[in-house]
């Protein structure tokens, strides 16, 4: 074991797996001899050359394009998007052609392409830096989705995602790059730690695609989160009276219903927490799923704290952050319901 930042972590998994899988490359915007604009490739090109880790022109649409003919001829290729602001010039790319291959060909051709997207707040991005997408490609048939919260699901994610058949798109939640907040995950960047926090076996593992977790048990309310929202939520619980089961949702396609479902029948309440919008965010999605499932198990309604329905608000980053106050709130609402 090793202690690591989810930086270090996603950088192991891609070493290792270069290491292991000459058919692995990596190609992206300043990913080789700068080390990618948050260093998660740092070194690798050094490593494996020019020709495995690959430096792009700034042209999301040709990154995804180029990687669907890698795929396609056998090779395992991991994109990454610097921003998942910047994935919208190769959205055609992946919903059109990439998402769709396996059926269109009935099932004789696929392309085993993972598209690495740094997302959300908590840099001061502003509005082309910042944004949470998550939900707008878990609408697309054919992608699997994910977002891991620790930097031991972060390399055991990424792992399972490049050794898996299919397209993933592997959302990272920036704010904990370098680390789990300082103890108040509702203060700015300059709060985060420097030093590594996460312990993540040096060498191979998987965290399979398609599993929730239990992060806390609870007897009061079920907490549904991912991403940074689940540190928003493990600080929430930890000062609150209410007795909450955290669950990190972990992967959006394919979702894990069954732990779910079983959490809420348990405790007869829900509330979901995430960084995106309200309207049509992935929330609704969660929401819908615990509605039909544990209808007559309910003793309360389905809530979410989420993010604003309003473009990023550059200026008011952090009112527009589900934070432990807003999430307080909405557990005392649903157990005096």
């Not at 649409?61 to 998007?81: K, Q, Y």
């Not at 050794?163 to 680390?179: L, Q, T």
Request: hydrophobic share 40%; aromatic share 10%.
């Amino acid at each position: 074991m090793a202690r690591m930042n989810m930086i270090q972590a996603l950088n192991s998994a891609m070493d290792l797996m270069l290491g292991r899988d000459p058919d692995v490359v990596i190609i992206g915007e300043d990913v080789g001899y700068f080390g990618g604009v948050f260093r998660c490739t740092e070194g690798l090109q050094r490593k494996y050359g020019e020709h495995r880790v690959i430096d792009a022109p700034i042209a999301e649409g040709g990154i995804i394009a180029s990687t669907i003919g890698m795929g396609v001829h056998g090779l395992r290729p991991v994109a990454e998007i610097q921003f998942a602001d910047y994935i919208y010039p190769g959205i055609d790319q992946i919903i059109s052609e990439l998402a769709r291959l396996r059926y269109r060909t009935a099932g004789d051709f696929f392309a085993p392409v993972t598209i690495r997207a740094p997302c959300g707040g908590g840099i001061r991005g502003g509005q082309t830096h910042s944004q949470s997408p998550e939900g707008i490609f878990s609408h697309v048939c054919g992608l699997k989705v994910v977002m891991p919260s620790t930097p031991y699901d972060a390399k055991g994610l990424l792992i399972s995602a490049i050794e898996d058949d299919d397209p993933v798109v592997f959302f990272e939640p920036k704010r904990i790059y370098n680390g789990p907040f300082d103890g108040d995950p509702d203060k700015p960047a300059t709060a985060w730690s420097s030093h590594p926090k996460g312990e993540v076996p040096d060498g191979y593992y998987s965290v399979p695609i398609g599993r929730a977790e239990v992060v806390r048990e609870g007897e009061d309310v079920t907490i549904l989160c991912y991403g940074t929202m689940v540190h928003v939520a493990e600080a929430t619980a930890a000062r609150s009276e209410v007795d909450a089961e955290i669950i990190d949702v972990r992967s959006m396609v394919p979702l894990d219903v069954g732990t779910l479902t079983k959490s809420v029948e348990k405790t007869g309440r829900c509330v979901i927490i995430h960084e995106a919008t309200r309207f049509s965010g992935f929330g609704a999605e969660l929401a819908a799923t615990v509605q039909e499932e544990c209808f007559y198990y309910l003793e309360a309604p389905i809530t979410r704290v989420c993010g604003w329905d309003t473009p990023y608000p550059h200026a008011f980053e952090w009112e527009y952050f589900p934070g432990q106050k807003r999430l307080a709130a909405a557990l005392d609402q649903v157990m005096s319901a």
